[in-house]
């Protein structure tokens, strides 16, 4: 093989490989959007909400958002004593709004129009904890919705948290964190044996991994790793 030809090959592989690493950064984001349009059925909490009604002492709230697959949907209010101070319960569906915001429509039971947001989602992972944000913004309504009622304004975040899904194995004491799949990588840091990680799949035989937080992203080779029980 000539030399042209040589850094022509080494030119391609690594073209393919960039392409790789695009499409496995492009399906995260995807998957992001996904859980947004698909996975809204579950359990979304929003915590420790410093809330003052005129008249009334401060107080703090947790609310915990039920919205089930077939449609039902109950919002709990509770007091930082832990006592449920009301429950809104009525029906729920999603409708597609733009390219990076869905529509939420949340019927209560007393109410003879649905209370119509926008939604959007962020997430990311934090001391080994993905938290999922789901972020309602209200479109004009003549009517005050239970949340402007009781929180004064016109939208709510809600968090659904997720754990690790990977453990590290298979190694005396540690793995490395690489900036790329390939074992002549940079190492970003060093991950010890039994530790866990998020995991967003895999380019030949290397693990796109999250440790921690966002700054520890990077590459282990898959075997050291297996699923957590």
């Not at 938290?131 to 209200?138: A, F």
């Amino acid at each position: 093989m000539t030399r042209i030809g040589t850094k022509r090959t080494r030119m391609m592989l690594f073209l393919f490989a960039l392409i790789l690493t695009a499409q496995l950064f492009a399906a995260t984001a995807l998957a992001a959007d996904l859980e947004l349009l698909h996975n809204l059925p579950g359990e979304w909490f929003a915590a420790g909400l410093e809330v003052e009604r005129e008249g009334e002492t401060p107080w703090l709230a947790d609310l915990f958002l039920t919205l089930e697959e077939s449609g039902d949907m109950e919002l709990v209010i509770y007091n930082d004593s832990g006592d449920c101070v009301n429950t809104f319960s009525g029906t729920w569906s999603s409708e597609y709004y733009s390219e990076e915001m869905d529509r939420l429509l949340l019927e209560f039971d007393y109410a003879e129009d649905p209370f119509v947001y926008n939604i959007y989602s962020e997430a990311g992972v934090e001391n080994n904890v993905h938290r999922t944000w789901l972020i309602l913004e209200e479109t004009e309504h003549e009517e005050q919705t239970p949340f402007e009622r009781y929180f004064e304004f016109d939208g709510m975040s809600f968090c659904r948290e997720k754990g690790p899904d990977m453990r590290v194995v298979n190694c005396d004491s540690w793995v490395s964190l690489r900036a790329d799949p390939s074992t002549s990588a940079r190492r970003i840091t060093k991950v010890p044996l039994g530790a866990l990680v998020f995991t967003y799949g895999q380019i030949d035989d290397f693990t796109y991994c999250v440790y921690e937080n966002e700054d520890q992203a990077g590459f282990i080779l898959t075997r050291y790793l297996e699923p957590i029980e």
